[in-house]
């Protein structure tokens, strides 16, 4: 799905910056470890939202036209350091099933982040629904993955000379023959990253007009959650994909100004307390 990166990293006055193939202006802040990637030409990005799922969700989506596409299961097992560096980026790392993603961040361009001000600023709920969905970028290719974790790892405070060592054993296994030939243990090790959550869920996914994709989530933490998701090509796009949720979930009988919780906020809340508090304070989760 995600064209490939080429990343060059450079220090200019304090920060990292990241530039892509096709378009710059992402930052890697030295201070908070933060990274947003510039939302790119022929790169597609999640737009997403999350909703209450009630028992006659089903019922309602069908009455909206959506189709209903399959039920599957999944098991999925998220990593971070034990000091919950990726996360706290809000840059999440899973093995669903056999395969690894990473869920990145993404920041437009500075000119169309102050276009999205300006709607926000403007009223009409455009600015609004925006702000009520997620952007994330998914990256699938195991040495993009690692290569995303490493320059997450390397945005941290301090320990410069550390993260050189650690950033040139990576580039040697590398250079031994790539990341998908080192087992899971390895590589997962070689940047001290350990599993912090695990579940399992069924998901009933819809279609519905205009490309809008319904999953309906049942995990077996006892947890349901209902997710309307688009994927777009360019930033100009993220607004009618925002407002066309929006308008989804109204139609669902929800309210068109809430923000409702994911299995992750539910899981960590649940399960790790100490966790989820952290991303909390860091604005990653929202209560
Ligand atoms: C917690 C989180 C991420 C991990 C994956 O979360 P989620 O989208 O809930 O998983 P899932 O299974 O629906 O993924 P999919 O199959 O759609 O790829 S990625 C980003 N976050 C942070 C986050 C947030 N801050 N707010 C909300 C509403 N959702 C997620």
Redesign the pocket.
Known sequence: MCARLSLSLCAVAGACVLSCQFYTACLLSEEDGECFWCLDRGMSV?V???FVCRSDTETRLKELGAEFVGERSFH?R?FDTEQFTLTLS?T?L?CRGACW?L?CPVRVREGEEEEEKGRERGGGGGGRNIKLC?R?R?ITELSEIVDRVRQVREGGRGRRKEREREGERGRKKEREGGWERQTDSAWLGEFALVQFASFT?VRRSYILQGGVRA?L?LVDFGFT?G?L?VLVETPEQIPAGAERIAELVEKLGESACN???????AYLKQFHPEHYGRLLRAH???P
Do not use: C, F, I, N
């Open positions: 999640e997403e939202r999350k999925d998220y809000d999440w899973r993603e869920k997620t994330y998914e869920t999953d989530d959650v997710e998701e923000r409702v919780p994911g299995k992750m906020d990653k989760l929202h």
